[in-house]
C-alpha cells in the first residue's frame, strides 16, 4: 500500500499549483481521502476532504474558497487545486486514505502518503 503525493514546490504569493496523490496496493474507489499539512513547529492541519465517490466534500475554513479537492477514481488519483495562495499555506502536504469518515477527517486515517513541500514566498 502507498500514496505518493507530488506537485508541491516554491511559489510567489497569490500562485497556484495542484497536488496530486496517486494510490497503489488498494481498493481506491472505495476509500475517502483527504489532505493535511504542516508547518515547521507547528501542529499537523487538516486541509481538506472528499468522499469515496467524489460527491461530497469539506474544507478548513483557512482555504475555502481558495482550494479545490477532486478524485479520478479510473486513475486512483486525488487531486488539490491551490490557488491565490498565502505564505500562511507554506507547509508540507500530505494525503491520507481511509474507509472510515470519522478516521479521515480526524487525521487517523491508516494509510498516508510522505508528502510534498510547498512553499509561498516572494
Known amino acids: 500500500v502507498q500514496l505518493q503525493a507530488s506537485g508541491g514546490g516554491l511559489v510567489q504569493p497569490g500562485g497556484s499549483l495542484r497536488l496530486s496523490c496517486v494510490a497503489y496496493g488498494f481498493t481506491f474507489s472505495s476509500y475517502h481521502m483527504s489532505w493535511f499539512r504542516q508547518a515547521p513547529g507547528k501542529a499537523r492541519e487538516f486541509v481538506s476532504v472528499?468522499?469515496?465517490?467524489?460527491?461530497?466534500?469539506y474544507y478548513a475554513d483557512s482555504v475555502k474558497g481558495r482550494f479545490t479537492i477532486s478524485r479520478d477514481n479510473a486513475k486512483n488519483t486525488a487531486y488539490l487545486q491551490m490557488n491565490s495562495l498565502e505564505p500562511e499555506d507554506t507547509a508540507l502536504y500530505h494525503c491520507a486514505a481511509d474507509p472510515r469518515e470519522w478516521a479521515i477527517v480526524s487525521g487517523r486515517s491508516d494509510y498516508w502518503g510522505r508528502g510534498t513541500q510547498v512553499t509561498v514566498s516572494s
Open positions: 472528499i468522499k469515496w465517490n467524489g460527491n461530497s466534500t
